[in-house]
């Protein structure tokens, strides 16, 4: 999880809204930013999978971190999603913005905050906290979001295709 | 290592590789032609081709190997040595050690090998068969089978021949890809017709190029979606009204059409290279039980997807080995007495019919006896004594797991695996097996595989708002239930009374874990009755929407765990629809 955030030079983000909090994703894992598609719901999932889309001929998982964080979604919000390329997955996350590319060098990282001070699991797929003047923003890992707990699809995945 | 090198190191093996594919037949082709002198000049070309280029990347050992094996041809060109069965023997041995070495070094650019063994073998080797067993016992690790009957090594051959192929297949993961089918239906020996290519090794290549599955898949992709976006634009009212437009649309179609037909044929090879290795198959367990069999081979220019075909070749090598130990008889003086030549035959025929590849292994063996299957099997304990079988269920008996027709377990069979593995490897291809058998004439087996596993005839079904696909091969019949004819039982649940049988009757929507957004009446809904399994069921559907061929899209890795779906298919509309296993779905939910 360290060598996540220790990098002599800047790193790019891409910084989106979830409700009223900001997150971001490494720039480099992000394929591109779509609008919020016609999605087929997928039986037996949790509720934040929101179900699978079609980009261009490849079908592709969709997932609503907001629900799975607990986190209201705007109302007024303008849904987008953003396909991310990560750990060979593809998948979408819906989004209620799309913000900035952030430049973030090792200073702008509040690492008390990452580690220790997370309520206990919850925030397993945050890897890092940073600080940009008065916006605060969270690193996201989409890959470990998607293989938490309530979903140990990966796990019986691989047990599968062993087979 | 630098890239450079491991580059260079890497391209070296692919091509070697391509070289390499039609050695084989080459040495058998000389086998039975021994005069062939196009051949051995090919295989010389060949090896010294090899021999230049393995040195000059680096790999020494491939280098010295191969130079030693040009030396030895060298000597049956120049007549020095005259070629003989062992001597064939000896050769496919060398090319044996030759492929282990290509595809160790694929998996590893540092692999060592050990030849010395037989290296000292043909440098030793004297064409007269008595100084050939001195030499093979002097390297007894490394021994040829022909002279002592069937031994490990020939059954490691066999083995490594049936492997040979697929080693590199998971490495390199690439479809030959054709400009022509005629280009595919030349021939070994054709080619020897045209004796002016001497001195222009392997011309070839130059009219093929070598493609990764994944580009052929992603340019089906994006095809796929030029469909759909064409069906869209042709439905827009500004096109319908006016008659220029609706004419280029109209034509964009017809062009997009031929252009999916012709991406989808990227992805189909040639049999030729699988129904090749049963050639040596045949000649390795022919030698290994001392049976003169002879392998006919029709149709290998027939094309199948290159996924199914990656799966044919285990089924295959048991399939044809089996009818070399099992069809054909042990008895020569019983096959003349029959009428029969004493040499076996067996037939490996490839040929479409109607939208599906089959495949024929026939040989002119004793037939099987429908009896001796049934009493085999009580006493090995698969069906108990008192169970009736027609003849046809009692041929159907080999293909159980445990079941074998031999009381020893030799090397080339009878542990009762091989055709347990011919069933479920077929089966898994959504293919199946028939057995069509005569006493006393010969057996043939005739496997039926669907073209490719990337497209399927799908029945197109409707649950609420959800649409989804259901593969029309599981699908028996569809029905709407005449009135009185579903059984409400609080134990059970709903039975459907259809003709003479009671069929359970289960709701798509609780299959998939969902409450009906509004409950229907049985009467207005259709009963789909699947075939799939021992134990057929029937499930209700709001609607049939309609059946299409569709293209497999596998879901990906995160929620392909999910057991009772076999993948996604994206539907005129351009949304992804889930593709049902019912069977599975079933099973999962605990009622079937």
Known sequence: MNQQHQFETSQRYLCFGLGAEEFAVPLLTVREVVAMPETTAMPFMPSYFVGIMNLRGMVISVVDLRSKMQIKPKADSENAVVIVEDGGLTVGVVVDSVNSVLNVTEKDFAPNLTDDAAPKGKQSFVTGVCRKEDRLILLLDIVKSLTGDDMSIISRSSGKKAA | MDDFEKEIKQGFLEEATELLSGTEQCFLTL??????????????????????????????????????????????????????????????????????????????????????????????????????????????????????????????????????????????????MHPAPAAAAHTAPAEDKKPAAKGKPAAAP?????????????????????????????????????????????????VTKEVQDLSMSLRMVPLKQTFQKMQRIVRDTSAALNKPVEIEIIGDHVEVDKTVLEQLGDPLVHLVRNAVDHGIENDQVKRVDAGKDPKGHIWLKAYHQSGFLVIEVKDDGGGLDAQKLRNKAIEKGIITASKVLSDKECHHLIFAPGFSTKTEVTEV??????????????????????????????TTFKVILPLTLAIIDGMIVRSDEDRFVIPISHVRESLRPPPGTVKSTKELGEILLLRGESLPLLRLSSLLGRKPKQPKNVDDMIAVVTSVGDRPFSVLVDDIIGQHEVVIKQLGDEIRGIRGFAGTAILGDGRPSLILELSELAKTRGVA
């Open chain 2, 31 to 176: 086998e039975r032609d021994p005069s062939n002198k196009g051949e051995i000049e090919k295989l010389f070309r060949l090896a010294h081709n090899l021999k230049g280029s393995a040195k000059a990347v680096g790999f020494d050992e491939l280098g010295a190997f191969t130079h030693e094996l040009e030396t030895f041809l060298l000597k049956f060109k120049n007549g020095t040595f005259e070629l003989t069965a062992a001597s064939v023997t000896v050769l496919l041995e060398c090319n044996d050690h030759v492929n282990v070495m290509v595809a160790g070094l694929k998996e590893n650019l540092e692999a060592k090998f050990d030849s010395t063994a037989l290296i000292a073998k043909i440098q030793a080797y004297v064409p007269d068969a008595s100084a050939a067993m001195v030499a093979s016992t002097e390297t007894p690790e490394a021994a040829p089978a022909a002279v002592e009957g069937p031994s490990a090594a020939d059954i490691a051959a066999i083995e490594a021949a049936a492997h040979g192929g697929d080693v590199p297949a998971p490495v390199s993961n690439v479809v030959e």
């Open chain 2, 206 to 254: 130059d009219e093929q190029i070598r493609v990764s599955l994944q580009r052929v898949e992603k340019l089906i992709n994006y095809v796929g979606e030029m469909v759909i976006l064409q069906t869209v634009l042709r439905a827009q009212p500004a096109v319908i009204e006016n008659g220029f437009l609706r004419k280029t649309v109209h034509q964009l179609g017809k």
């Open chain 2, 413 to 442: 069979s009878g542990r009762g695996v091989g055709m347990d593995v011919v069933r479920t490897n077929i089966e898994s291809m959504q293919g199946e097996v028939e057995i069509h058998t005569e006493l006393g004439k010969g």
